[in-house]
């Protein structure tokens, strides 16, 4: 009885656990696009191998997230999407790009494969600005005025440049030699950007937003909210400092930057998640306002309890299969 | 406002149609293409005859291709309900929702994530594994067609559900995943699928062929293509005929604009050919065998067929689509059983198909998907003026955005289909041809045609024959 009354709640928290897996997941996927190199052939096809086997299964996070939006809040769904029109479809526009370059480039005609390389680029680079955009308007509930798209724009890049630090940092993880050295430098600068991105927007948003100022700086929770921005730094910091060493001797620690990435995206999402429960739209629907029926909740509640698993099982094997680092990309 | 409204509505319905139309194409292609492929590859586990694995390696291609194409013009389907048609979720959303999400869980993380290994990890994983992958990616692109056939036969036959306060909510899953059309509509797919997936082999191994192809691979795999068309054609025409059945009992208005039938008659008769007016409510030209009609929908030569006259009130599908695009279906069935059936009495009793035949069949490489559409447009206009039958109109779930932001996003996905279905067909035939050089595909992502041309050129005996 209580998991029904619940139920609103649980997918909500199922939704944000799609967005935050296909931001990590397809984040370096996307940060890999954004990162091609366009004066070096064999290194933007290392670049597009290491992403290959993983890049579907990847994007179907955001179907899902999606998915649940439109299944378990269909009317914060037609909110969003109405609000959203045109970001949408060039998200949309965005992601065919890039998903359909990938199989041609590897199948171009004669002299197409370039053509192909710019495609999956723009197509990575018009994916992140947009979600990055989206997000920002989501976040200040479609504000209209200068300053809520100002802020929306900044998202944007912010988000680019997030992606683009831990694709460098997958690179770093799944690349050797001058491929590696290449992806920390890029993901070094890239981290900057998101670094300041993430500062500026957590900044702004509690002086935008009476409501998420309201829950940051009331007392006690500001003692216990303090620790997130400070691992952040921290994390930003070492990571810095882990890419200037890079190559390290026997690839130590290669991994490293991607798992702190991987945590500063978790963290950004916590904040953000504490910045907006129980609502789906910021300020305007929260999750029982916006829930579908209890019996279709629960039909599909089922289906989420058993297969979850079995798919967070199979991506797992998916990435053992694959591990290590990324060889020439061949076909069978 | 009422005709901006009207622009939105025609926008809109312009823009799902060809959101849906190019999206269509793929899956219909992969998910029998994926059946195919698991034959293959279970071919070459048994036999270990290397022919299998070349096969298998050059439709694996073709496979990815066609996926990726499929999945992100999905994603685009996924957006729709909500972008432009807000009313559907807000009526239905508590039965469309889990269907969908159904779709997701079981089917496209399983099929993308062993894409994957079935594309890239053959090297590391077992064989067996490998196999198994294929096999999962066929299941998880079975199980896709499953769910969407089920939330779209519940859109035309609608059970399971009651409305409250004018939203729907579920009642009985079991009568909504299994409506009264849902088993017709997801055979028939299923069905066209492989006839759509047995033409392009049969029809871009042909090419082959016809190229100067002299190796076993594309013999065999025309073979296959011809000898499932020949198999799968008959039981399609007979399952077509047990949907239109069943349309008839559950549409009559779809099958009557089908038919062309305007007044209530008896012994109706099947129209070859007419050109249906709507100004006039009637056929000009008419060329039809008498009583035919009734007798296929009724089995009574003076079975009676309800006209759409008696539909004026409440609304019908419009005709001309209807009646033409059923017609080119039915016709493109049939041309498919000549084909097919004369392709496999020539492998049966001379073991090649002429070169004419080879011919035709580079021809009809694509007639699966012209059919599939014309029998989707058929089903679908079919159902208009109700996006849920009875329950729901679409102009009343039509979305309220600005009909220029709707003209814009509908211009940019023309073109960038219009691009990527040119790039699909050149890149599709280029493998082809490229295939013609090749023993088998390799290290396919290093090498270009021209390198190819150039290198058989310096060395004329670089090109080996295959084991036989």
């Known amino acids: 009885m209580i998991i029904t009354e619940w139920l609103p709640e649980i997918f909500l928290v199922l939704m944000g656990l799609a967005v935050l897996i296909y931001a990590v997941l397809d984040g370096y996927d996307l940060g890999v696009g954004l990162l091609l190199p366009m004066d070096n052939e064999p290194q933007r096809s290392q670049m597009i191998a290491s992403i290959g086997p993983f890049w579907d299964a990847n994007e179907t996070w955001l179907v899902l997230a999606v998915g649940i939006l439109l299944i378990a809040f269909p009317e914060a769904h037609s909110l969003v999407l109405r609000e959203l029109y045109l970001p949408a479809a060039f998200l949309l526009i965005g992601l065919i790009l890039r998903g359909v370059s990938f199989d041609f480039r590897a199948k171009a005609v004669t002299g197409h494969r370039r053509l192909w390389d710019h495609a999956f680029k723009a197509g990575s680079l018009i994916t992140s600005l947009t979600l990055g955009y989206m997000l920002g308007r989501y976040v200040l509930a479609f504000q209209t005025g200068w300053v809520a798209q100002g802020f929306a724009v900044l998202s944007g890049i912010c988000v680019s440049a997030a992606f683009a630090y831990i694709g460098g940092a997958w690179l770093v993880m799944k690349s050797e030699g001058e491929l590696q050295i290449r992806a920390a430098y890029w993901s070094r600068r890239a981290g900057w950007f998101a670094a300041l991105g993430i500062a500026a927007i957590s900044v702004m948003n509690p002086l935008v937003s009476a409501d998420v100022a309201e829950r940051w700086l009331s007392m006690p929770a500001v003692f216990l909210l303090i620790p997130i921005p400070l691992v952040c730094l921290i994390l930003v910091v070492l990571v810095d400092q882990y890419l200037k060493q890079v190559p390290t001797r026997d690839d130590v620690g290669c991994w490293f930057p991607f798992v702190a990435a991987a945590l500063l995206f978790l963290l950004s999402f916590l904040g953000l998640a504490y910045s907006f429960f129980p609502y789906v739209v910021p300020g305007k629907l929260t999750a029982a306002e916006a829930a579908s029926a209890t019996a279709s909740l629960q039909f599909i509640g089922v289906g989420v309890a058993i297969v979850l698993p079995l798919i967070l099982a199979y991506t797992a094997f998916a990435y053992r299969v694959f591990w290590g680092k990324s060889t020439e990309l061949k076909y069978y | ?468």
């Open chain 2, 1 to 468: 406002m009422e005709s901006q409204l009207a622009d939105v509505l025609m926008l809109s319905r312009i823009q799902f149609a060809a959101n849906i139309s190019f999206h269509i194409l793929f899956p219909t292609i992969t998910i029998a293409l994926a059946w195919f492929l698991v034959y293959f590859k279970v071919r070459h586990e048994i036999s270990g005859h290397p022919v299998w694995m070349r096969i298998y390696r050059f439709w694996v291609k073709v496979f990815a291709l066609s996926f990726a194409l499929g999945v992100v013009s999905g994603i685009t389907m996924s957006f729709q309900f909500g972008t432009n048609w807000p009313g559907f979720m807000e009526t239905v959303g508590n039965i469309a929702g889990p269907l969908l999400g159904y779709e997701v869980l079981t089917a496209f993380f399983m099929e993308a994530t062993f894409l994957g290994i079935m594309l890239f990890g053959s090297q590391r994983v077992p064989s067996w594994l490998h196999t198994l992958s294929t096999f999962l990616v066929a299941i998880g692109t079975s199980l896709s067609a499953f769910w969407i056939i089920a939330l779209n036969s519940w859109m035309h036959t609608p059970d399971g559900f009651e409305m409250i306060n004018g939203v729907a909510h579920p009642v009985s899953w079991w009568d909504i995943i299994f409506n009264a059309s849902m088993p017709y509509r997801l055979t028939h797919m299923m069905i066209a699928s492989g006839l759509t997936a047995a033409f392009l082999i049969a029809g871009l191994s042909a090419y082959r062929l016809l190229k100067g192809d002299t190796k076993l691979a594309p013999r065999k795999a025309m073979s296959a293509g011809i000898v499932v068309a020949a198999l799968l054609i008959p039981v399609q025409i007979f399952v077509g005929d047990l949907h239109g059945l069943n349309t008839f009992e559950h549409q009559p208005q779809k099958v009557a604009a089908m038919e062309g039938v305007w007044e209530t008659e008896r012994g109706a008769p099947l129209l070859l050919f007419a050109w249906p007016d709507e100004e006039t409510r009637s056929n000009a030209f008419e060329v039809g065998v008498p009583g035919l009609a009734s007798f296929i929908l009724t089995h009574d030569m003076n079975g009676e067929i309800r006209g759409l006259n008696e539909f004026e009130e409440e609304g019908h599908p419009p005709v001309k689509p209807l009646f033409f695009g059923f017609r080119i279906m039915v016709g493109l069935g049939l041309l498919m059983l000549a084909v097919s059936w004369l392709g496999s009495w020539f492998l049966w009793r001379r073991g090649a198909v002429p070169v004419w035949m080879q011919r035709t069949l580079v021809g009809m490489t694509f007639s699966g998907w012209l059919a599939t559409l014309a029998g989707w447009y058929v089903t679908e206009i079919g159902r208009q003026p109700w996006l849920v039958s009875g329950v729901l109109r679409t102009s009343e779930a039509v979305t309220t955005v600005p009909g220029a932001q709707v003209g814009l996003s509908l211009t940019m996905y023309l073109l960038v289909y219009a691009v990527l279905l040119f790039a699909y067909l050149q890149t599709l035939f280029y493998m082809a041809r490229k295939s013609v050089e090749v023993e088998e595909f390799e290290r396919e992502v290093d090498v270009d045609l021209d390198e190819l041309q150039a290198r058989a050129a310096a060395e004329p005996n670089a090109n080996h024959q295959e084991a036989r």
